[in-house]
């Protein structure tokens, strides 16, 4: 699947994930991270406005594409299919 955009990195606070940085994703390369609130990244994808996946480096230092994002009860954004209520997108750095 092609997603709009590649998130690299989450902002978080005790409670749950506050920012994400996205990318938005081109033919051949990603576009330049920007800061982005979770409530506006799970609207966007809540009204199937765009999609979103992870990111991560590779060892040669390129970007992949990892896993697709979801929402939960309108809230939670996850890549995780066990359905918590909680955020989740794996090991993606801090900012």
């Known amino acids: ?25 081109y033919p051949n390369k990603l576009g330049p991270g920007r800061t982005v609130a979770r409530g506006f990244v799970a609207d966007l994808i ?13 060892a040669e230092g390129n970007w992949t594409q990892g896993a697709h994002v979801h929402v939960l009860e309108d809230e939670f954004l996850t890549t995780d299919p066990n359905s918590k209520l909680k955020d989740n997108l794996g090991k993606l750095p801090e900012f």
């Open 1 to 25: 699947m092609a997603y709009d955009f590649w998130i690299t990195a989450v902002s978080t606070n005790d409670q749950h994930i506050t920012y994400v940085r996205a990318h938005r994703k």
């Open 46 to 58: 809540n009204m199937r406005k765009a999609t979103f996946c992870t990111s991560v480096k590779n």
